[in-house]
């Protein structure tokens, strides 16, 4: 049915708990979530991302494509084992495999927007090999401005559509800057936020992330992944 991108303005800013979370809300829409993470570094078999959105979501429609052994970015990873880097058309293709009627495929980058996964071609290239929009997962506290307006400017340039963005982390008790960034984030990147992952949500049970994970976005937020909105 679609392919929407997952990725983040850097390493850490909640990409894999806001995609688990952006999962169990297309689940509950009535859509079947299947989760692709093409490259993962740094991992054994049986563990990453995709198996940890797995545990935390009860959602076992997921796939990691590729694997490298330091935890590095992955074409960084592949060159240094000297391991064969993935080809951009050969994972798109994989990709568009998994996608079929009532399902929304979401692929989970690795870093940032123009983090290297092949030889030469990042997550950006692939969300335009694909032609799927993008989510921006973003820090929330001070400097968080700065680092989701470079990433949503760094993909309109490339003609990529930014459904929105999703704020990572935020705490309980904000502190000043993330008051702030939660206003004008919308303003500075000229995108809407479609919410906000409470901070610790990725330890929580299962079954508390499943039926708080609604709460975290803006009430149309099935709507605008899927675009059926427009």
Do not use: H
């Given at each position: 049915?679609?392919?929407?991108?997952?990725?983040?303005?850097?390493?850490?800013?909640?990409?894999?708990?806001?995609?688990?979370?952006?999962?169990?809300?297309?689940?509950?829409?009535?859509?079947?979530?299947?989760?692709?993470?093409?490259?993962?570094?740094?991992?054994?078999?049986?563990?990453?991302?995709?198996?940890?959105?797995?545990?935390?979501?009860?959602?076992?429609?997921?796939?990691?494509?590729?694997r490298?052994?330091?935890?590095l970015?992955?074409?960084?990873?592949?060159?240094?084992?000297?391991?064969?880097?993935?080809?951009?058309?050969?994972?798109?293709?994989?990709?568009?495999?998994?996608?079929?009627?009532?399902?929304?495929?979401?692929?989970?980058?690795?870093?940032?927007?123009?983090?290297?996964?092949?030889?030469?071609?990042?997550?950006?290239?692939?969300?335009?090999?694909?032609?799927?929009?993008?989510?921006?997962?973003?820090?929330?506290?001070?400097?968080?401005?700065?680092?989701?307006?470079?990433?949503?400017?760094?993909a309109?340039?490339?003609?990529?559509?930014?459904?929105?963005?999703?704020?990572?982390?935020?705490p309980?008790?904000?502190?000043?800057?993330?008051?702030?960034?939660?206003?004008?984030?919308?303003?500075?990147?000229?995108?809407?936020?479609?919410?906000?992952?409470?901070?610790?949500?990725g330890?929580?049970?299962?079954?508390?992330?499943?039926?708080?994970?609604?709460?975290?976005?803006?009430?149309?937020?099935?709507?605008?992944?899927?675009?059926?909105?427009?």
């Open positions: 049915m679609s392919i929407v991108i997952m990725t983040g303005t850097g390493t850490d800013v909640g990409k894999t708990v806001a995609t688990g979370a952006v999962a169990c809300v297309l689940q509950k829409g009535g859509y079947e979530p299947f989760i692709v993470k093409p490259a993962q570094t740094g991992e054994p078999e049986g563990e990453g991302d995709a198996p940890r959105i797995t545990a935390l979501t009860g959602i076992d429609n997921a796939e990691t494509l590729y490298f052994p330091e935890p970015a992955p074409a960084t990873s592949a060159r240094r084992a000297n391991m064969p880097y993935p080809e951009l058309t050969t994972v798109a293709e994989e990709i568009k495999s998994f996608d079929k009627p009532g399902r929304v495929v979401l692929v989970e980058g690795a870093g940032g927007l123009l983090v290297r996964i092949g030889q030469d071609w990042t997550i950006a290239d692939l969300a335009r090999e694909l032609g799927a929009p993008i989510i921006v997962v973003c820090s929330t506290g001070l400097g968080s401005l700065n680092e989701a307006e470079l990433t949503v400017e760094a309109t340039r490339r003609g990529l559509t930014v459904l929105g963005l999703i704020g990572g982390s935020i309980d008790s904000p502190d000043l800057a993330t008051r702030c960034n939660k206003e004008d984030l919308p303003v500075v990147t000229g995108t809407d936020v479609l919410g906000y992952i409470p901070e610790g949500a330890g929580w049970s299962q079954q508390r992330f499943v039926q708080e994970a609604p709460g975290f976005f803006v009430p149309d937020v099935v709507g605008r992944v899927t675009r059926e909105s427009d």
